[in-house]
């Protein structure tokens, strides 16, 4: 491929846009250097995804990888001491999910999309499917210790003065007590459910959209093994609205309309339903945590991380000032069960 080559912005890898006359694509250069087989079989599991989804599903707006000259749809690559793996796929054009205008037929094309992924993902398996990661809702408890390392509250300054008169009492006791509740709770009910593998980041800055469709689904970096009910829940996160005020409605509102979308596509039963309740707000804890754990460790990208922090504190003392129970109960309601 011959074109001119325009570096994105990535978390960890190397990754370009590639463009020439008349067409686009997007490479991305993956440092293996640690651990270099459990990286290479992290890198290859996304790989296997992509190929997977074009041959099981067409449909589906995902990248195509684009095999090398050889036929091989990775490139290993060694110089200087390191080792790397290239991958070349096709580009999506369209606009950030994040920056649309949002509408219900939207939040549920999101879901259903969401919901042709899972059917197109069951029954799929990989060797690097078979891992975690601190976003893996599975193992929430994991967080005591990011939690521990917060000062205070549980609230960095720079986020409680994002919120000054709004910040909620009792933050940490709050996540702590969810916590709590995964260990007895929702721990035991994960352990006989279902498990296929799943996208896990299902939200706008990883959609585009075009009017009222999902037109792509990008970065299956953090996909891994877990049951949908923790896909739909992620999704459902990061659509809720609202003010604590309104938390019956205001609250869960959008985020109903993607498990309804969802549910049209992929039924969703009772079981499934008592997770998605516990596990929405399980990420709406997971990214107060998280963002301030990673932003006290890195100082130059605190702006960033923290950017969305504010809203997830309001959501999350929103949230609290319902049960499971009223959770669930809007959720069974919404899809007539």
């Not at 390191?82 to 369209?94: A, C, E």
């Amino acid at each position: 491929m011959d074109g001119s080559a325009e570096r994105l912005s990535a978390e960890f890898d190397d990754a370009f846009r590639l463009v020439s006359d008349d067409s686009s694509w997007f490479v991305k250069i993956c440092l293996t250097d640690e651990t270099v087989t459990a990286a290479s079989t992290a890198v290859s599991f996304q790989t296997a995804v992509l190929l997977h989804l074009a041959a099981a599903a067409p449909g589906l707006p995902v990248q195509r990888v684009v095999p090398a000259l050889d036929g091989r749809p990775e490139v290993p690559v060694a110089g200087n001491g390191h080792h790397r793996l290239v991958r070349m796929t096709s580009w999506l054009d369209g606009e950030l999910l994040s920056r649309a205008d949002s509408s219900a037929a939207l939040r549920r094309d999101l879901g259903a999309t969401l919901g042709r992924l899972s059917v197109a993902l069951r029954g799929f398996s990989h060797p690097g499917a078979l891992r975690t990661h601190r976003w893996d809702l599975q193992h929430l408890d994991r967080l005591r210790g990011p939690l521990a390392d917060l000062p205070g509250d549980g609230v960095l300054p720079e986020v409680a003065a994002a919120l000054g008169a709004a910040l909620p009492s009792g933050v940490r006791a709050g996540l702590e007590d969810y916590l709590d509740r995964f260990e007895s709770v929702l721990r035991p009910r994960l352990a006989g459910v279902p498990v296929q593998v799943i996208h896990t980041d299902f939200h706008g800055e990883n959609l585009l959209c075009d009017g009222s469709r999902i037109t792509g689904i990008l970065d299956f970096g953090d996909a891994l093994t877990g049951p949908v009910a923790m896909d739909v829940a992620v999704a459902a996160c990061y659509q809720l609205g609202g003010s604590a005020s309104d938390p019956g409605s205001g609250v869960l509102g959008p985020a109903l309309d993607v498990v309804a979308g969802y549910h049209a596509v992929d039924p969703l039963d009772a079981a499934d339903l008592e997770l998605i309740a516990d596990l929405v707000v399980g990420r709406v804890a997971a990214r107060i945590i998280l963002s301030q754990w990673h932003a006290m460790r890195e100082p130059s990208n605190r702006g960033y991380l923290l950017r969305r922090t504010p809203q997830a504190i309001e959501l999350f003392a929103a949230l609290r000032l319902l049960t499971p129970e009223d959770i669930t109960g809007r959720l069974r309601a919404v899809l007539s069960l």
